[in-house]
């Protein structure tokens, strides 16, 4: 009975059940579908973290160590901001749009943070800031809440929807690369799939 219990757990696939490859990145109107709902919501800090992804297009391991003085110049939030990456230990620069400035600004306000703080404190006593698990479930439910699979989107799905819009505006493949901090232009390539998406688009674009 034992050995083929054993067998039977031998023989089921790992991945049954889950949506294995790259998360997509998200397009613009769901974008909008999740912001208006925090904003509806009145959810500050769910809002800044929504967007500061998005503009960072940082790790989640990044983005949930950010502390309030890495996006902070003076009294004020940053236009650009520089940050070294924990996993490649590159340094990334980003941009923050006046929404997410707008945005981090009210959270900052409210939770009445200091410089040193953590951007997004945890809110489990055992743990000093976000983490990577408590992000990655608040994706879950602002994919949830535009109705999309939650299986099929991911925190890199926020990561990857700048970069990707960026490269379908000017096709500017070095320029993502930098972004995303890739020391490789075949690791941009392969993380934006673009040659599969250039293929679509071409196929839609050609009538026959």
Known sequence: MYLLTYEAEKKT????GKVVGQKPPFKLREIWGIRIRLQM?????ELALFNLAIDSKLRG?????????????GDQIATRTI???????HVVQFELTEQTR????????H????????????RIATSSHLSTR???RLVACWVKSIGLDPLTYGTHSLRRTKASLIYKRTKNL???QLLLGHTKLESTVRYLGIEVEDALEMAEQTEV
């Open 41 to 45: 919501s009145k959810n500050l800090r």
């Open 102 to 109: 707008l945005s981090i600004s009210r959270w900052l306000n």
């Open 83 to 89: 940050i070294m990456q924990q996993k490649t230990k």
């Open 61 to 73: 391991c990044d983005l949930v160590k950010l502390r309030v003085r890495d996006i902070l110049n």
């Open 13 to 16: 696939p790992w991945n049954k």
């Open 111 to 122: 939770s009445k943070s200091l410089p040193h703080d953590y951007l997004f404190p945890s």
């Open 174 to 176: 070095r320029a993502v």
């Open 134 to 136: 408590q992000y990655s």
